[in-house]
């Protein structure tokens, strides 16, 4: 008699990688076949580029519980990740669009080619809105290749928190964690020497890590993307002088990398730094100019073990994935995410298009900072 097959479910991480992202791949897996031990769950490595690569080096087939054991309190994914740029139409200014287009079919070709091959219902994809489109691209050119249709859930894994459609992602609350751990350990040394320091922490185009950091953490001004009042360079030197006359012996001010970009001055964290070095009104109330150093965390905040909350949150999601990508109802592609305390679905296409979500003028987290930061003409 032959084995009865259940479903065959395929999943994937793709793009930065982040804490969690394994827990994620663990409960889809162990959903998928608590439902139906017939189930089969194949795992594509080194994310988008594993599933669009030689298929027979890159990809576990019908793996068993052994495969995923012991992976939950590990940083980074086990089955690794990856980007492909060429799956995005071509960017504004590309020098050989042709190039670009026939690279972008071809790789398309290969991962429809491999999908179809392993036969899968269909794919979990664990990553950012960029994953989210790239897979949603090779889906529907596999529908329109063979006609059929192929599941595709997406699970928000970014430490960014730039998922528009949920309120956490996988990663975000490690990163947090990491950031602030960094902030503590800076403010020791910073202290001990009455000195000022601008840490850049990561975020792309979004502040969101670079906010709750600096809240958490106690800064004295926090600069993000989204708001430039918040990297005018004159109005940040205020506060930084207000806390010096609040005789603060350490002055840390959060940058959100994305700065570098939205001020168009990719050296603006340097520029502060002589501003504060040379400005005379502190020397003048310190007796010596305000020593600042520049410190970049980068990707030691993207590491280490997940905390317990982006475990739970991946664990959740990951189960409510497994269900959908088991449904018998065949749906458009989805995005398993977080609102409040509930799980909620959103059609991929609508994510994708209102990503990345961004830090709004209006937004509670930036109100908070506001009343928190040292401003200007601190009164108390
Ligand atoms: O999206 C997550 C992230 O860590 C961003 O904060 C950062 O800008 C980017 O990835 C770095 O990407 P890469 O790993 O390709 O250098």
Redesign the pocket.
Known sequence: MSKKRGKRVGILTS????PGMNAAVRAVFRRVKDLDPHNEVVLFKEGLNGLAGRLEVNYLGNIEREAIRGIIHKGGTFIGTG?IPELKPAPPGCEDVALWERKRKEITDVAVVNLRQLGLDSVVVVG?DGSFNGMSHIIAAYEERYGEPLGLVGLPG???N?IWGTEDTI?FDT?LNNSVAALRNLRDTIESHRRCAILEL???SSGW?ALAAGIAGGATTIMIPERPESYDLQLVLARVRAAVRLAYRSIIIVMA??VKKASGRPRVAEELRALIEGDPEIIDALGRPLETRINIIG?I??GGSPSARDNLIASQLGCAAADLALSDVAHAPMMVGTQGASVVLVPMREVIARSPRLVEASSPLWATAESLLVSADQSF
Do not use: L, P
């Open positions: 793009g930065g990688d982040a980007r950012g970014t430490i960014d730039d990663g990163a990561m975020g792309n890590i990398e994305g990707y905040a993207r």
